[in-house]
């Protein structure tokens, strides 16, 4: 079964699959993060499959992990258009925040706890910053 999107199309995950993994790749080297990192912010827990996911793209990712990458693209997009200077928006992931849903710490922190909840949040934080434009 595939997934459904907005409008009623049903996606198949192997075809979102590469392109989905692709973009999360590219996100991942603007941000410069590491392998553990990426890792986490994939749900992925063991290191065969992250580096295999590396190698070869052509798989049927989980919901779980499309989804997760979802809103990482959700959250890299808005940040674009928050921080048109293309070094400050990838740099504010790791930067400490004061907004009490990062308590001092930075949304990377947050996103890295492993819960697609928290990818959620930022990303839902963003997008009220945008003033709720999807």
Same mark, same amino acid.
Do not use: H
């Given at each position: !079964?595939?997934?459904?999107?907005?409008?009623?199309?049903?996606?198949? +995950?192997?075809?979102?699959? #590469? %392109?989905?993994?692709?973009? *999360?790749? +590219?996100?991942?080297?603007?941000?410069?993060? /590491?392998?553990?990192? &990426? !890792?986490?912010?994939?749900?992925?827990? $063991? +290191? /065969?499959?992250? *580096?295999?996911?590396? =190698?070869?793209?052509?798989?049927?990712?989980?919901?779980?992990?499309?989804?997760?990458?979802?809103?990482?693209?959700?959250?890299? =997009?808005?940040?674009?258009?928050?921080? %048109?200077?293309?070094? /400050?928006?990838?740099?504010?992931?790791?930067? %400490?925040?004061? $907004?009490?849903?990062?308590? #001092? /710490?930075? $949304?990377?922190?947050? !996103?890295?706890?492993? &819960? @697609? $909840?928290?990818?959620? @949040?930022?990303?839902?934080?963003?997008?009220? &910053? +945008? #003033?709720?434009?999807?």
């Amino acid at each position: !079964m595939g997934l459904v999107s907005p409008a009623g199309v049903v996606l198949d +995950r192997r075809e979102l699959s #590469g %392109p989905a993994l692709r973009t *999360f790749f +590219r996100i991942a080297s603007q941000w410069q993060l /590491s392998p553990d990192e &990426q !890792m986490a912010l994939l749900g992925l827990t $063991a +290191r /065969s499959t992250f *580096f295999a996911w590396k =190698k070869n793209q052509d798989v049927a990712l989980p919901k779980d992990t499309l989804e997760r990458i979802s809103y990482i693209l959700g959250i890299w =997009k808005a940040l674009q258009i928050l921080l %048109p200077n293309e070094a /400050s928006a990838d740099a504010w992931i790791r930067k %400490p925040n004061d $907004a009490p849903l990062f308590g #001092g /710490s930075s $949304a990377l922190a947050r !996103m890295l706890s492993g &819960q @697609v $909840a928290d990818l959620f @949040v930022v990303r839902q934080y963003l997008d009220a &910053q +945008r #003033g709720g434009l999807a």
